[in-house]
């Protein structure tokens, strides 16, 4: 059971890695557009929002493929199973049930679980934090062709 939880913590914390380094870029882009607010607000809030969700989706992808090769590398995933989608599975805790994992594995599927759950907030904060910057840029920004006090 020890090195089901020590395999499982490996696999998440690489998967806080990658988030924590995706999340880094995320801060300089928008630290970026916060520093040359030249756009239409609606083109800003717009480009933010699909550029920071889509970065994030790409994340979450990559952080899935880590749980595929985790279960690859210790045989979690019992033969013929689509180990990619039993990751995917788990890791948004979807939880069809159609595949399990091996015996010795069965603490793997939570622990994966678990890991999501908390980029999938992780994303969520980020998600508003960009966005209440967006608005914070737009609300600030005079309005072209509108005089103060208007």
Known sequence: MLLQF???????VSN???????MLVLVRVAQGVAA????SPSLLLTSTMVATVSV????HGLEVCVWALTYEIVGAVPAGADVLYFAFVN????GYGDVVPVER???IGPTTAMCGV???GWSTAVIFEVLR??????STTPRRGIRAGD
Not at 91 to 94: D, I, K, P, R
């Open 118 to 120: 908390l980029m999938f």
């Open 133 to 138: 910057q967006a608005l914070s840029i737009v």
């Open 36 to 39: 040359n607010p030249r756009r």
């Open 91 to 94: 890791y948004t805790t979807l």
């Open 105 to 107: 594995w069965r603490l």
């Open 6 to 12: 020590v395999v499982g913590a490996a696999a998440c």
């Open 56 to 59: 994030l989706m790409m994340a």
């Open 16 to 22: 806080i890695v990658i988030h924590a380094l995706v």
